[in-house]
T-cell receptor, first 112, second 113 residues
Framework: GQQLNQSPQSMFIQEGEDVSMNCTSSSIFNTWLWYKQDPGEGPVLLIALYKAGELTSNGRLTAQFGITRKDSFLNISASIPSDVGIYFCAGQFGDSGYALNFGKGTSLLVTP | NAGVTQTPKFQVLKTGQSMTLQCAQD?????MSWYRQDPGMGLRLIHYSVGAGITDQGEVPNGYNVSRSTTEDFPLRLLSAAPSQTSVYFC????????????FGPGTRLTVL
């Protein structure tokens, strides 16, 4: 599958700080999705993006579908301890049919 | 709705053994898929199905078989387990390919000795 470059690989922040992570691809994507995975659980969908330039919020989370359709970012404002987990970007590109390609994840640690 | 369910939650196999990982969803989703998750590798697609009776290969299909006899169920079969198949396996489903907001099950942690 197409390689998604997700960064940073890990983040260690204090409660109350804002967080930003992003994904880039060499291919144009039709869809960008952001998931969070808690230890021992399956990924849970946070935000779905379907249009270039689209900016969508879900509570303290905001994500954008890049204008070039090759990147996306996720911001978390005023982080809290329960934000701890692994965040994955996933994308669907034109010739992939139904397949989602996943980034390798950003591990977020939040200290009180 | 129970959502996406997977059984078993944990499994240990010996090399060469076969087994089936079960996946079921009660949301009447057309699209179902299997992923494996390995440290530092993210999630990789094994097989997927766009509807009952239709399956196709993903990125890493070797060593795995699937079938989709009903909309609800999508079992994953390991024909002859190998240590390289030690992984966490996730099943996911979505309405269809246009709405690819996939919902994931809780996972099966498989160890092959």
């Amino acid at each position: 599958g197409q390689q998604l470059n997700q960064s940073p690989q890990s983040m260690f922040i204090q409660e109350g700080e804002d967080v930003s992570m992003n994904c880039t691809s060499s291919s144009i994507f039709n869809t960008w999705l952001w998931y969070k995975q808690d230890p021992g659980e399956g990924p849970v969908l946070l935000i779905a993006l379907y249009k270039a330039g689209e900016l969508t919020s879900n509570g303290r989370l905001t994500a954008q579908f890049g204008i070039t359709r090759k990147d996306s970012f996720l911001n978390i404002s005023a982080s809290i301890p329960s934000d701890v987990g692994i965040y994955f970007c996933a994308g669907q590109f034109g010739d992939s049919g139904y397949a989602l390609n996943f980034g390798k994840g950003t591990s977020l640690l939040v200290t009180p | 709705n129970a959502g996406v369910t997977q059984t078993p939650k944990f499994q240990v196999l010996k090399t060469g053994q076969s087994m089936t990982l079960q996946c079921a969803q009660d949301m009447n989703h057309e699209y179902m898929s299997w992923y494996r998750q390995d440290p530092g590798m993210g999630l990789r697609l094994i097989h997927y199905s766009v509807g009952a009776g239709i399956t196709d290969q993903g990125e890493v299909p070797n060593g795995y078989n699937v079938s989709r006899s009903t909309t609800e169920d999508f079992p994953l079969r390991l024909l002859s387990a190998a240590p390289s198949q030690t992984s966490v396996y996730f099943c996911a489903s979505s309405w269809d390919s246009a709405n690819n907001e996939q919902f994931f099950g809780p996972g099966t942690r498989l160890t092959v000795l």
